[in-house]
């Protein structure tokens, strides 16, 4: 029955980290390999308190279909904190509530793919981008990432020599080096972009997160006519919900979207928005990221120490200053794959980095997150990989 599936579904790889966390679910193994954040930093009383006040207050109306663009006053509210915190001059009508930022990876796929077109990546990248990419069988033109962000000449040599359909950015602790662009270098992506005829996909579920160091602008944010910014619950207050959102102010690509959005769900969960815009409504965001901030710096600098003590001289790592993920680079011509092999004897494990690369195998670099271990016990596992490099 082959021939009766499409090209695009089986041209697009499974999720590793899906695979690896469905094998790694004892109790007994150390796992530096989803992205899951800390549930200790999930506002659970909060959520129980504002689950009974909406059904209190609105009644059947959190039971009903809702709009395809979201409801309007948690747009409103995310406006407001880009204002606030960035000084975005976005507007609800710019905002389109999403089933996470991975229906916003999906739906962009949807609107802006033609098959063979090209589309340009961080290389590494982040595997769900281009897995849902994927679907919609694009050429990708991978941009080595720097410590300094993306380089510049590869991504203008890409943009010249191609018609690319946008650029993917992933700008804050990236996922899944952990690397934040600087400064001079999001000014020069910025000057090159707004030269060409392509957009800018900015996703930032980690921007919040930063425990050190000074925000940052975004590269595009709501100023170039080609700008897309994607942000998400996940990281800060829950994944389950499920609930991200596009802002752009590109009015013809956000009708599209919406046409996108009615064909693939109606609208995201409208439970869930109220519940949510009640939560921030009635509690500190601010402060609850706080909160996070300090717990992820705690097992960010576990990590780091317990790499620097262990881990030997050859291997290089990447050091955070937010977000979920450190990234290490083993000496040439050692494969991740077969220190994942290892280390699983060991009960450790870790995300290899060949998902992260679109043409890439026997990579020698793997992502190891740090945000669902507490500190003895990401020592431990780092200890453990140690013992098999
Ligand atoms: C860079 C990036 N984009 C998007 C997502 C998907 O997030 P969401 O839970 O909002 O769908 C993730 C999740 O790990 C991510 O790391």
């Not at 041209?11 to 992205?35: M, N, W, Y």
């Not at 064909?263 to 409208?270: C, E, G, K, T, V």
Request: charge should be negative; hydrophobic fraction near 35%; aromatic fraction near 10%.
């Amino acid at each position: 029955m082959e021939q009766l599936f499409s090209e695009g579904i089986k041209k697009t790889p499974s999720s590793f980290i899906r695979e690896i966390l469905k094998t790694t679910a004892q109790e007994d193994v150390i796992s530096f390999a989803g992205g899951l954040p800390n549930p200790i930093s999930f506002p659970i009383n909060e959520l129980k308190e504002s689950t009974n006040r909406i059904i209190t207050t609105f009644e059947s109306k959190v039971f009903q279909y809702g709009t395809t663009e979201g409801y309007e006053p948690l747009r409103e509210y995310i406006a407001d904190r880009y204002k606030a915190k960035h000084g975005l001059k976005f507007e609800k009508d710019d905002i389109l509530i999403t089933t996470g930022s991975q229906q916003a990876l999906d739906l962009l796929g949807k609107v802006l793919i033609n098959k063979g077109d090209a589309v340009a990546i961080e290389k590494p990248g982040y595997l769900g981008a281009i897995q849902s990419c994927s679907l919609y069988q694009p050429s990708f033109k991978e941009i080595t990432l720097t410590q300094e962000g993306l380089n510049t000449d590869e991504l203008e040599s890409v943009l010249q020599n191609n018609k690319v359909k946008f650029l993917y950015t992933v700008p804050n602790f990236q996922n899944p080096t952990g690397i934040t662009y600087s400064r001079e270098n999001r000014a020069k992506i910025r000057e090159i972009i707004a030269d060409h005829d392509t957009f800018l996909v900015e996703d930032d579920p980690y921007g919040d997160l930063r425990f050190e160091g000074e925000d940052l602008s975004y590269i595009g944010g709501d100023f170039l006519p080609q700008s897309i910014l994607l942000g998400s619950i996940s990281k800060i207050i829950t994944p389950g919900f499920r609930l991200g959102w596009i802002c752009t102010k590109n009015r013809e690509l956000m009708n599209y979207l919406v046409i996108a959005k009615q064909a693939a769900d109606l609208h995201s969960n409208i439970f869930a928005q109220y519940i949510i815009y009640d939560y921030l409504s009635h509690n500190d965001l601010n402060q609850h990221i706080t909160k996070i901030k300090a717990l992820y710096k705690e097992q960010s600098s576990a990590m780091k120490e317990a790499i620097q003590q262990y881990f030997p001289k050859e291997v290089s790592c990447t050091s955070p200053q937010g977000g979920m993920f450190m990234w290490a680079t083993l000496p040439k011509g050692q494969s991740s794959l077969d220190l994942f092999q290892r280390a699983s004897q060991k009960k450790v494990v870790f995300v290899p980095g060949d998902p992260f690369y679109t043409n890439q195998t026997n990579a020698p670099t793997l992502r190891l997150n740090y945000t669902n271990s507490n500190p003895d016990t990401i020592t431990e596992g780092i200890k453990r990989i140690a013992s098999v490099m």
